[in-house]
């Protein structure tokens, strides 16, 4: 099933995607959402970021490949990881699937794109074991991850490289269907593909991260962990970014400069 959250006639509802339409839900989504009787053509309404994160968590390396390239860029802090450890990001990063990422106007240097899965918890979590974290998964999404290079070396927090306004695209929807660690993931910069990896091919997977964080973190329903991306691509203003995982689908945002 995909579960989506989207804009109609300026009210924001919860929604179930049927092939081309997307029908109306009522209910909470993580305490058994139904299908409703309000349909409408996925072209005519907006999809938001399919879920609030009550917290917006984020793994950094966690791909062999993206380590040894960032090493071989130089990278003090590229090293391969010994546990799963995470970082935080900023509600206020995130749009939806169409939106447009904005490169603020004193930004300086390069600003790369990272396409990632991301894990959406369905029920509170503490001290999980393996088949407890695996439960605790709801369903997945896609995250395009926006980083300012240069702000990244010289903000001791990323509080501007990864958290600026519109540089966490998340969507189209989440899925509750699909094993990820079989899928693809792709990103394409004006139709042209840029890198292709194997999703699962992870160092420590969304179950290592959840058993680890949960012994120290209550994870709550609608919490995301973005699972980290094996390389990153340059993007910038006038390009349209598409990051795709199969089974899943595809996230598609433009990129622009913005207007001082």
């Avoid at 702000?151 to 929807?173: H, I, L, V």
């Avoid at 012994?215 to 691509?233: F, K, N």
Wanted: aromatic share 8%; net charge negative; glycine share 10%.
């Amino acid at each position: 099933m995909k579960w989506c959250r989207f804009v109609h006639g300026g009210t924001t509802r919860l929604g179930l995607i049927e092939d081309d339409r997307v029908r109306a839900a009522e209910g909470s989504l993580f305490e058994g959402a139904r299908a409703g009787r309000e349909s409408h053509a996925l072209a005519e309404v907006r999809l938001l970021p399919p879920t609030l994160p009550f917290t917006f968590f984020a793994v950094g390396f966690n791909y062999r490949a993206h380590v040894l390239h960032s090493q071989a860029k130089g990278s003090a802090v590229a090293r391969m990881p010994e546990r799963p450890e995470v970082g935080y990001r900023a509600n206020n990063a995130l749009i939806g699937d169409g939106e447009t990422i904005v490169i603020p106007a004193d930004c300086p240097g390069d600003v790369e794109a990272e396409g990632e899965l991301v894990a959406v918890i369905g029920r509170k979590a503490r001290r999980c074991s393996r088949a407890e974290a695996e439960a605790a998964i709801f369903g997945w999404t896609i995250g395009n991850d926006v980083s300012a290079r240069e702000w990244q070396r010289g903000d001791r927090t990323f509080w501007r490289a990864k958290n600026a306004d519109t540089f966490k695209p998340m969507g189209p929807w989440i899925e509750t269907e699909v094993d990820p660690r079989r899928s693809t993931t792709r990103v394409r910069v004006n139709g042209r593909q840029a890198c292709e990896f194997a999703t699962g091919d992870m160092i420590f997977d969304t179950v290592d991260y959840i058993v680890e964080m949960s012994r120290y973190i209550t994870l709550h329903p609608g919490d995301v962990l973005w699972m980290g991306a094996q390389s990153t691509v340059k993007i910038a203003p006038g390009d349209r970014v598409e990051v795709e995982i199969s089974g899943i689908g595809t996230l598609c945002n433009s990129v622009a400069a913005e207007q001082s």
